[in-house]
């Protein structure tokens, strides 16, 4: 009997920094596998999924035929102390781990506005949403919008440290959002680059792209709650698989709206109160520069 196949390469998050987009890339490589029905497996955060063992873990990776990288990306990993023990634990000190990171105050502004869409955040202002927030601390995985922890997703410097207590430097990776996503094509290649080289693959250029998930706010908030519980699943059941994806991407372009960007004043101000010294530790925590953070 053979031993069951399990991830070699974990990305722990951050929450909304991208990892829709580094999915759909990464699973494009022919060398690399990464679940198709379940893009966030929740194995190692979610004590109802980590209690049913490594036999109900390795399901989600039965098609894997002959790709050398087999990979987990569920963003909230990264948020509890008890995950990193989790993974040493249950897939060995040589596993991969690959960080997304992406500008504090834009980070959390995307959840924040995600939750505005879901209708989950009662705040009326991101910045009163902030100040409400900035001192909650998560312990253990209770509800995905409850208490929201805007401030603490984006305080990296800690998080990143339970994993270095835990693994060596040289198992761990950490790409910047900017970088991988940015409009300079060349660092965008290069960033892809890297993220191939850590993982043990060979480059492919052409798996740079657009970013993918990126939050809405919805049009008419009533109409659309309407939308999603009473019409679309009876349109599921009616029209074929890509019938309904067709209609359902046209009905949310219609419903919804990008959310307004901040403005440069406000967004270098939540820098400096909420983030600023902790991009500091955290640019040592990892031994790099974020300067990309600083000059936007």
């Known amino acids: 009997m053979t031993d069951p196949v ?55 990776y039965l098609p894997v035929q002959n790709e050398k990288i087999i990979g987990d990306i569920s963003p909230d990993y990264m948020l509890f102390e008890y995950v990193a023990p989790r993974i040493l634990d249950s ?40 100040k409400n927030d900035a001192d909650s601390v998560p312990t253990r995985f209770g509800s995905w919008h409850t208490p929201p922890y805007y401030v603490f997703k984006s305080r990296y410097c800690a998080q990143i440290s339970r994993f270095l207590q835990v693994f060596s430097k040289q198992s761990i990776h950490v790409a910047v959002f900017e970088d991988l996503f940015g409009t300079d094509e060349r660092r965008a290649k290069q960033a892809t680059r890297d993220i191939f080289t850590f993982l043990g693959v060979a480059d492919m250029p052409a798996a740079t792209g657009n970013r993918v998930n990126p ?80 000059d936007q």
Not at 48 to 57: A, K, P, S, V
Not at 99 to 127: G, I, M, T, W
């Open 215 to 294: 939050t809405f706010v919805p049009k008419h908030p009533a109409l659309f709650d309407t939308m999603k519980a009473r019409i679309a699943p009876g349109l599921k059941r009616l029209l074929s698989a890509g019938q309904y994806k067709a209609l359902r991407t046209r009905g949310m372009n219609l419903l919804q709206n990008k959310h307004p960007a901040l403005t440069p004043h406000t967004r270098r101000h939540m820098l400096n109160q909420y983030f600023l010294d902790d991009i500091k530790r955290l640019e040592a925590c990892i031994g790099r520069g974020l300067n990309v953070w600083y």
């Open 6 to 60: 399990i991830p070699n390469f974990i990305c722990p998050g951050a929450q909304k920094a991208g990892t829709t987009s580094l999915y759909q890339i990464l699973r494009r490589h022919p060398d690399i596998f990464l679940p198709v029905a379940q893009k966030e497996i929740h194995y190692f955060d979610r004590d109802i999924n980590f209690e049913r063992g490594l036999t109900w873990y390795a399901q989600h």
């Open 91 to 130: 897939l060995g000190a040589e596993v991969k781990i690959l960080f997304l990171l992406r500008h504090p105050v834009d980070r959390a502004y995307s959840q924040y506005n995600y939750h505005r869409f879901f209708q989950v955040e009662k705040n009326h202002s991101f910045a009163e949403a902030l």
